[in-house]
Structure formats: structure tokens, C-alpha cells
């Protein structure tokens, strides 16, 4: 009786372990899902920006292994996949959404147009 109270009881401990565990596809939804909200995407976008965050993720996955092995390798080709996607991101945007989007990127606010004052 006890050997099946502590196996229950070990199950129920390691359950919310393996339900954090997402696969590829969700977490290109979930990514997807919030660039879509952040910049108001028309359905047709979200499909593309899933595509890309499903791509990315699944190359991610390919070079997971070398997270252990050859650290040095592992960021770099992180971040080639980052910025490749990244530009696939932008070529999912109108023209108005990128602009946005790039002063985001490089930090610039939208500047108020001054007012000429005549007097």
C-alpha cells in the first residue's frame, strides 16, 4: 500500500513537469499569437508569421544537441536562425507595420510634429 501512495504521489509531482513541456508547433502558436496581437495582423499574416515561428522553432530543435557539445556553435547558429526569421517577419508585415516596426526595433519614438507659432 505504501509503494502505490508514493508512486501516485511521484506521478503527481513529475505530471506538471511534463505538461510544461511544449512541442514546436505550440510554441510557434504561442509566439505567433502574441506578434499577432502586438502588431493587429490580418488572418492572412498570422498564417505567414506562424509559418515562420513553426520554421524557426523546428530548426531550433535540429541544433538543440549542440547546446552541450559546442556551445560557441549553438549561439551562432541560433542567432543566424533568429535574424533569418526576423526578416521573414518583416516581409509579413504592409508597408506601415514595417515602418513601425523598425523604429521599434531601433528604439526611436514617433516624433510630434511642432507647431509653428506666429505672433
Not at 35 to 62: G, H, I, M, S, T
Request: proline residues 1%; aromatic residues 8%.
Amino acid at each position: 500500500m505504501k509503494k502505490v501512495l508514493l508512486f501516485v504521489f511521484a506521478v503527481l509531482l513529475t505530471f506538471p513537469l511534463l505538461a510544461q513541456e511544449r512541442s514546436t508547433a505550440e510554441k510557434a502558436r504561442i509566439k505567433a499569437d502574441r506578434f499577432a496581437k502586438d502588431w493587429q495582423l490580418e488572418a492572412r499574416q498570422r498564417d505567414n508569421v506562424y509559418a515562420v515561428y513553426l520554421n524557426q522553432e523546428q530548426k531550433l530543435a535540429e541544433i538543440a544537441h549542440l547546446e552541450t557539445t559546442d556551445k560557441e556553435t549553438f549561439r551562432t547558429q541560433r542567432k543566424a536562425i533568429r535574424a533569418e526569421a526576423e526578416e521573414k517577419l518583416i516581409l509579413s508585415l504592409d508597408k506601415y507595420q514595417r515602418r513601425d516596426y523598425e523604429k521599434a526595433k531601433s528604439g526611436k519614438k514617433k516624433r510630434k510634429k511642432r507647431r509653428r507659432r506666429r505672433g
